[in-house]
């Protein structure tokens, strides 16, 4: 009255403990398997033993040697791939067997021996809440998102999981038992496969990501697995980031809502904006041939001719970048140039080309908009295949605001093109020509894309007493700028200084004394400059900047929808339609609502800008600096210090970086009560002007035409020695590689190029932003309003972040506070609820305790290795440790860990007490040497 239900092979093993198990043995040799099946039910005989029970033996895999183990008296964990392959319930028949009812009756129904079945393969694997990455860990709280496979093939025996759930450190931390089952092993390792996959499960760890390595190993899928597998496989430790991207999103959506978006100075919503009319397109029809489809087939130099050669005015527009720039303060975000994309590139091939990145851009993507300028880059590319693109490059200074190594320069340029850039405008703050070199070669000989070459226009070439910048300086530099190799010249008039009479002797001369196209770029900031566009129109130029209708004006760019209407049927009609412009002016007239708390522009242009010379991009910037210092009334002020201080540095070029370095003394001297004229009277030493300022007057960005007024270096430098020499050439080559591999180790991962150009551009910057990505994921496909001002109970977006894959988000409600200022912000995700918790910042007590994180790799830091709560102070403050001396025990799910000192040295602080509940990477205790 004995029968066995074959075998069970638990050979996968972490210290003794079954991970995973199989029923029936992939690789058993079948003489094995029988004798092994007899000889439990002689056990079994022999004690006369009655009920279910499970007797274990240990194989000799290399000489099928086997060996008794034990007999347990009752049935195991695992049982379920039993019952799967067999078809008996085990539970239920031990029960009825306790009740004395027979093996074989009616009632519990086994088959004999010779008929129990053993159909397919079942696996399973036990779903924990144990950190694989940190030795197995036990983690707990919160179940905040709890989704489970499900399917055919797939059996799940549940136990405490559950969304909301709080899983404690004093129970078993299995969640469920995950059992997958086929005709065949691999089937049953596919079910496996897809099952771990598609759980969910957000708020505390699992040791899923272990269990898919497990299945994936090949000495496990051969059937091969011994119990030394996991000892001798520390790839199976390998473990890819979790991405839990709707859980970051949430998180961040939960923190704007409550806290606010500090970049977006503290505006509200006082009521939904409508989402912008996106003008309807066919994006199924064949695109019609642009400039960059020309550029293509012609090469970089046939492009130059073809420029040449055409009659009507080429228009680049200057919307997704340069207009923004200026009225907005750079802060367009990409889902919004995104939007309209495909419309673009539908209705508008005649382009000549879309300004959409470089400048300021490079840096606000990262620090202001948490967005990868590459991505945006790579992705406008993709939707916009027709018409080139078109970047403002610094020279020396790269898309940064120092100069940089001449192979940064070269790689920089190399990376960019070959994500997609297929113009590059080259200019350098100060017309210092020696800066741009570099760059050009490296657009010229490394890439396939257009080097233009732009001297940046200031003074006026009609004013006679104005002679420093002349009508000979512009052509002398433009000639120079030829002969360096420029497939094309820009005149770069970056505060709209160019009125139309100088235009037009400006654009006339050039065009009989150089042979390349020449490119005008203007600023509307006087309120004439459309006048200035067409007057170049009329002497020759070949193309232009401008701005749709809606982002036109103003710091931003002449009209573009104007300037097209007002060629129409003429010579030099740029042959655009204008319904197409009006309806995406339209759109951007919406999308700008949504920038509200950035568009601090002026309403209309001023005659002032003769003045101050402030370059479009620049002047709102000073404007909010001021208004930020409490020096916003004293406007009038500081825009006539400005206009001093360029006379005090020698009348310069002012365009980024030296226009800022123009500003930053300017409120310098404004906040310090110093007259620009008294500079050089100031004792050299007594005042330490900005860094900017010394910098710039040393020669760290080349030198002005005429050099620097000696008595204002010697008051700013003092003792210390200027140069004038190329900054490049000051400045080392810096091995890419090396810094490559030292990134890669700071972000735990391997650094492509995008990072590498990020982080050298913008250290600082680009380590915060990889930060923010850690924390909260990618947010540019948030919408706007959410981004910056988060949701409103009862809104419902939908956000993509990948293809066909769409979170439909709901904000339910919203709690009260309690006594720390914690809310818990209620959501509806994909019609499922998810809850997430934020602290209040507006109501969180001052005394609330916020626990430093520490580093795990600095040896004068003790660091809480995982959650857990502090059950032992084992060195106070004073003590002399050495390494390997514990100073705190953590206690977690009954498992104790001694965190030792790392290296010797004197304890300084104790930052946790016995009691205290810790999480993984807060700072415990601090040392000294």
């Excluded at 055919?152 to 899983?167: C, K």
């Excluded at 390792?189 to 899923?208: C, H, S, Y």
């Excluded at 709560?869 to 002399?880: K, L, T």
Aim: hydrophobic residues 40%; negative net charge; glycine residues 8%.
């Amino acid at each position: 009255n004995i029968v066995h239900l074959h075998e069970r092979d638990c050979s996968v093993q972490r210290r003794h403990q079954k991970v995973i198990e199989i029923a029936p043995s992939v690789d058993l040799d079948e003489a094995v398997r029988h004798e092994l099946c007899k000889a439990a039910v002689q056990v079994a005989g022999e004690v006369k033993y009655n009920n279910a029970g499970t007797v274990e033996f240990l194989l000799d895999g290399d000489t099928n040697e086997w060996f008794f183990i034990e007999m347990n008296p009752r049935i195991q964990v695992e049982h379920t791939v039993t019952e799967i392959i067999t078809g008996v319930d085990l539970v239920r028949s031990q029960i009825l067997v306790a009740q004395g009812h027979d093996l074989f009756g009616e009632v519990i129904d086994i088959p004999i021996q010779d008929e129990i079945p053993r159909n397919g393969y079942a696996v399973q694997a036990r779903i924990t809440t144990e950190d694989p990455a940190n030795n197995f860990s036990p983690d707990y709280g919160r179940i905040l998102n709890y989704r489970s496979a499900a399917g055919f093939g797939i059996r799940l025996d549940a136990g405490t999981g559950d969304a909301g759930s709080v899983i404690t450190p004093f129970y078993d931390s299995m969640l469920v038992k995950l059992t997958a089952f086929g005709p065949r092993f691999e089937i049953a390792l596919q079910r496996m496969d897809r099952a771990l996959r598609e759980f969910r499960i957000r708020g505390v760890k699992t040791n899923i990501p272990f269990i898919e390595n497990v299945i994936l190993n090949e000495t496990f899928r051969s059937g091969k697995a011994t119990t030394r597998l996991i000892d001798t496989n520390p790839d199976l430790f390998n473990f890819r980031p979790r991405r839990d991207r709707a859980t970051k999103l949430l998180n961040y959506l939960s923190d704007i809502t409550v806290n606010g978006n500090d970049t977006a100075k503290g505006y509200k919503l006082s009521a939904a904006l409508p989402t912008p009319r996106v003008p309807a397109c066919d994006v199924r029809a064949q695109m019609q041939p642009g400039s960059r489809n020309k550029l293509l087939e012609l090469g970089p130099d046939g492009f130059a001719r073809w420029i040449r050669d055409t009659k009507p005015l080429l228009i680049t527009d200057t919307t997704m970048r340069d207009a923004h720039q200026s009225l907005i303060a750079t802060r367009m975000r990409s889902v919004d140039m995104l939007n309209i994309a495909s419309y673009v590139a539908q209705k508008t091939p005649n382009l000549f080309s879309l300004e959409m990145w470089g400048g300021a851009t490079f840096d606000t993507t990262m620090r202001f908009l948490r967005e990868s300028p590459w991505d945006r880059l790579r992705e406008l590319r993709e939707r916009i295949p027709n018409i080139c693109f078109q970047m403002l490059f610094r020279g020396s200074n790269a898309v940064g605001y120092s100069n940089y190594p001449d192979n940064v320069v070269e790689g920089f340029i190399k990376h960019s093109a070959e994500s997609g850039m297929d113009i590059f405008r080259i200019f350098d703050s100060l017309n210092y020509l020696p800066n741009m070199q570099v760059a050009m070669e490296a657009v010229r000989e490394h890439t396939t894309s257009v080097c233009e070459a732009a001297v940046c226009y200031t003074g006026d070439i009609d004013d006679p007493k104005r002679d420093k910048y002349s009508l000979k300086y512009y052509i002398n530099k433009a000639k120079e700028l030829e002969k360096m190799g420029a497939h094309i010249l820009a005149i770069k008039d970056m505060a709209g200084l160019c009125r139309p009479s100088a235009a037009t002797k400006l654009f006339r001369a050039l065009r009989e004394e150089i042979g390349i196209p020449m490119h005008f770029h203007t600023h509307d900031s006087s309120g004439i400059n459309s006048a200035s566009v067409l007057a170049a129109s009329e002497s020759g130029v070949d193309i232009v900047d401008l701005a749709l209708a809606s982002m036109s004006g103003s710091t931003s760019q002449p009209n573009l929808n104007s300037v097209a209407a007002a060629l129409s049927g003429l010579e030099r009609d740029p042959g655009l339609d204008p319904n197409a412009l009006n309806a995406m002016s339209d759109y951007w007239e919406e999308v700008l609502e949504f920038y509200t708390p950035f568009n601090t522009a002026p309403r209309a242009g001023s005659a002032e800008v003769y003045i101050h010379e402030m370059p479009g991009g620049q002047f709102t910037n000073l404007k909010e600096q001021a208004s930020a210092m409490g020096l916003g009334h004293r406007w009038p002020e500081i825009a006539r210090t400005y206009a001093e201080v360029n006379q005090l540095f020698g009348d310069i070029i002012k365009v980024t970086p030296s226009s800022k370095v123009v500003g930053d003394m300017c409120m310098f001297l404004i906040t310090r009560g110093i007259k620009p004229e008294a500079v050089t009277s100031i004792e050299p030493g007594s005042i330490d002007f900005p860094e900017s300022v010394i910098d710039m007057l040393w020669g760290g960005l080349g030198q002005p035409d005429g050099g620097w007024p000696a008595d204002v270096q010697k008051a700013v430098l003092g003792d210390r020695e200027p140069t004038t020499k190329r900054p490049g050439d000051l400045a080392k080559p810096i091995n890419l590689e090396t810094t490559r591999a030292e990134l890669s180790t700071k972000l735990g991962r391997i650094a492509g190029d995008d990072d590498l150009y990020s982080h050298l551009m913008y250290p600082a910057v680009f380590a915060e932003f990889d930060e923010f990505i850690k924390t909260y994921g990618k947010v540019q496909g948030l919408p706007t309003t959410a981004f910056f001002y988060g949701l409103s109970v009862s809104e419902e977006i939908s956000v993509e972040i990948g293809p066909g894959k769409v979170l439909f988000i709901k904000l339910i409600g919203i709690s009260e506070a309690n006594a720390e200022g914690q809310r818990n912000i209620f959501y509806e995700l994909n019609g499922m609820p998810r809850e997430c918790a934020v602290i209040d910042q507006a109501l969180a007590p001052k005394d609330a305790v916020t626990r430093l994180k520490g580093d795990q790799n600095d040896p004068l830091q003790a660091v809480a290795p995982m959650p857990g709560m502090v059950s032992e102070v084992n060195a106070e403050v004073g003590a002399q440790v050495e390494e390997g001396d514990p100073i705190i025990t953590l206690e977690a799910m009954k498992m104790l860990t001694t965190i030792s000192a790392s290296s010797t040295g004197t304890v300084t602080e104790i930052l946790a007490q016995k009691g205290d509940a810790v999480e993984t990477d807060d700072l415990l205790a601090r040392l000294e040497q």
